[in-house]
């Protein structure tokens, strides 16, 4: 799978880094688009804007989805006028952002964003830090510095996100080859690769994300920096990094997305408590962790809901034990010292990954439930049925035991509880007793009759 995605093909006519001044247009007859495909909201965008003598297109994803006959989720709009000038046209406007500035048109629940043409930043553009701004490293702190529409096609990070459909004439612009990637199913970033990346290290978790999705292969140049630039991503806000995690793992080829960031070695900065659990057991935590995804994969296929807080449950668990382990050699009790140990780990992921509070807190129930799961006398089994976090503790049981883990069949015997009737759990319940009396039978006193108290079978809770 992987050699398919990490492939090269010969780069189209000009080389790697040739730089269109006029673009390809591709005429309505030339073309499998229709306007009738688009958000209706964001052509109407896009033909008042042009109404007003501004340039307007559709651009970026939902023209390259269209072209590939998927469904876009968003509808983007590129135009040369300003964000104040777009804010003046439209009365459901707002303006959002500093780093990079949009605008945002509401019509109900659909929200259209709106770009103005960007450029490439010059030493000039550099001395005013409200238009442009870059860290040591090379990567935008800071971008308005705005362009022509043959500027905007060169910012653009990926050739395929660089077609600008004209819903009025019905054409498309095409500055950077992009529909010849799109035929050849090649992902191709425009310009230097390494002085790309290093402007937005987040376009190396893109390009994974792009190539997994789509199904298209990276080309030789656009993936070969990725490796050495990887650490540049701990410089990325955690909380930019949250966003972009989700986008990787739950856009239905998650599975895939994993493999790609551990060979491009990108897992790491995003997962350093779990990179470490990778090369100690790598057997188990690649299987925890693939098959995790691939049940994820599965649920967004068939249109069911996924909750990010099982899925960073299981990306950070095979870190979990060993921590656990080693605060019990120094001492700590077991429950408390795992405990310790998933505040700790959450706190540290934390620092890489913004995990919101509404996600952390499911997570810690979710690890709970493991070690609650396996104490089933009296009334705690049923207790723990009624337990709003039973499934998902229960789902991740399973989940550990196809990845190799010993429990002494745990996962069997719930699957059975929950399908048994009320006579049938109690003799479960009861069998569960016996068992632990006769394992524990060797290790028992006889007593003398005299000391021996009457009822003395009675269940311990």
Same mark, same amino acid.
């Given at each position: 799978?992987?050699?398919?995605?990490?492939?090269?093909?010969?780069?189209?006519?000009?080389?790697?880094?040739?730089?269109?001044?006029?673009?390809?247009?591709?005429?309505?007859?030339?073309?499998?688009?229709?306007?009738?495909?688009?958000?209706?909201?964001?052509?109407?965008?896009?033909?008042?804007?042009?109404?007003?003598?501004?340039?307007?297109?559709?651009?970026?994803?939902?023209?390259?989805?269209?072209?590939?006959?998927?469904?876009?989720?968003?509808?983007?709009?590129?135009?040369?006028?300003?964000?104040?000038?777009?804010?003046?046209?439209?009365?459901?406007?707002?303006?959002?952002?500093?780093?990079?500035?949009?605008?945002?048109?509401?019509?109900?629940?659909?929200?259209i964003?709106?770009?103005?043409?960007?450029?490439?930043?010059?030493?000039?553009?550099?001395?005013?830090?409200?238009?442009?701004?870059?860290?040591?490293?090379?990567?935008?702190?800071?971008?308005?510095?705005?362009?022509?529409?043959?500027?905007? !096609?060169?910012?653009?990070?990926?050739?395929?996100?660089?077609?600008?459909?004209?819903?009025?004439?019905?054409?498309?612009?095409?500055?950077?080859?992009?529909?010849?990637?799109?035929?050849?199913?090649?992902?191709?970033?425009?310009?230097? =690769?390494?002085?790309?990346?290093?402007?937005?290290?987040?376009?190396?978790?893109?390009a994974?994300?792009?190539? !997994?999705k789509?199904?298209?292969?990276?080309?030789?140049?656009?993936?070969?920096p990725?490796?050495?630039?990887?650490k540049?991503?701990?410089?990325?806000?955690?909380?930019?990094?949250?966003?972009?995690?989700?986008?990787?793992?739950?856009?239905?080829?998650?599975?895939?997305?994993?493999?790609?960031?551990?060979?491009?070695?990108?897992?790491?900065?995003?997962?350093?408590?779990?990179?470490?659990?990778?090369?100690?057991? =790598?057997?188990?935590?690649?299987?925890?962790?693939?098959?995790?995804?691939?049940?994820?994969?599965?649920?967004?296929?068939?249109?069911? =809901?996924?909750?990010?807080?099982?899925?960073?449950?299981?990306?950070?668990?095979?870190?979990?034990?060993?921590?656990?382990?080693?605060?019990?050699s120094?001492?700590?009790? =077991?429950?408390?010292?795992?405990?310790?140990?998933?505040?700790?780990?959450?706190?540290?992921?934390?620092?890489?990954?913004?995990?919101?509070?509404?996600?952390?807190?499911?997570?810690?129930?979710?690890?709970?439930?493991?070690?609650?799961l396996?104490r089933?006398?009296?009334?705690?089994?049923?207790?723990?049925?009624?337990?709003?976090?039973?499934r998902?503790?229960?789902?991740?049981?399973?989940?550990?035991?196809?990845?190799?883990?010993?429990?002494?069949?745990?996962?069997?015997?719930?699957?059975?509880?929950?399908?048994?009737?009320?006579?049938?759990?109690?003799d479960?319940?009861?069998?569960?007793?016996?068992?632990?009396?006769?394992?524990?039978?060797?290790?028992?006193?006889?007593?003398?009759?005299?000391?021996?108290?009457?009822?003395?079978?009675?269940?311990?809770?």
């Amino acid at each position: 799978m992987l050699k398919k995605l990490f492939q090269s093909f010969r780069p189209p006519l000009g080389g790697q880094h040739h730089r269109r001044t006029t673009p390809e247009v591709i005429n309505q007859n030339q073309h499998s688009l229709q306007r009738s495909q688009f958000s209706r909201h964001a052509v109407s965008i896009v033909e008042r804007l042009q109404s007003a003598g501004y340039q307007a297109y559709l651009v970026g994803g939902c023209v390259r989805d269209l072209l590939l006959g998927i469904t876009p989720k968003d509808f983007d709009v590129a135009t040369s006028a300003t964000p104040e000038q777009v804010r003046a046209e439209f009365r459901n406007a707002r303006i959002i952002g500093r780093r990079f500035k949009l605008v945002h048109i509401h019509f109900g629940r659909d929200i259209i964003e709106v770009a103005t043409f960007r450029a490439h930043h010059s030493e000039e553009d550099q001395g005013d830090s409200h238009r442009s701004s870059h860290n040591a490293s090379g990567r935008i702190l800071r971008d308005n510095v705005y362009g022509t529409l043959e500027d905007d !096609a060169q910012r653009r990070d990926f050739t395929i996100n660089a077609l600008y459909y004209d819903p009025v004439n019905e054409r498309i612009l095409d500055y950077a080859n992009g529909l010849h990637d799109i035929r050849n199913r090649l992902l191709r970033l425009i310009g230097d =690769p390494t002085h790309r990346y290093q402007e937005d290290p987040v376009r190396m978790l893109r390009a994974v994300r792009f190539a !997994a999705k789509l199904d298209f292969g990276i080309e030789k140049h656009t993936v070969q920096p990725i490796r050495q630039l990887s650490k540049l991503l701990r410089e990325i806000p955690p909380a930019r990094l949250f966003e972009e995690v989700l986008k990787l793992f739950l856009s239905g080829q998650g599975a895939i997305a994993f493999e790609m960031l551990v060979d491009l070695e990108l897992f790491e900065p995003l997962f350093p408590a779990s990179a470490q659990a990778l090369d100690e057991r =790598p057997t188990y935590t690649h299987t925890l962790i693939s098959q995790a995804l691939s049940n994820t994969d599965l649920r967004v296929e068939q249109g069911k =809901p996924v909750t990010p807080a099982f899925l960073f449950a299981a990306l950070l668990w095979p870190a979990l034990p060993a921590r656990s382990l080693f605060l019990q050699s120094q001492g700590v009790p =077991p429950i408390p010292a795992l405990n310790e140990a998933a505040h700790d780990l959450i706190a540290e992921q934390c620092q890489r990954i913004a995990i919101p509070k509404r996600f952390t807190l499911p997570i810690r129930e979710i690890w709970d439930m493991q070690e609650r799961l396996p104490r089933r006398s009296g009334k705690r089994a049923d207790m723990l049925l009624d337990n709003p976090r039973f499934r998902a503790g229960y789902d991740f049981l399973l989940l550990r035991e196809s990845a190799g883990e010993a429990t002494d069949d745990l996962g069997q015997w719930w699957t059975d509880y929950q399908e048994a009737n009320d006579s049938e759990r109690r003799d479960m319940i009861r069998e569960l007793g016996s068992r632990d009396d006769s394992a524990a039978a060797p290790r028992k006193r006889k007593r003398s009759p005299s000391k021996r108290k009457s009822g003395g079978d009675g269940a311990s809770d």
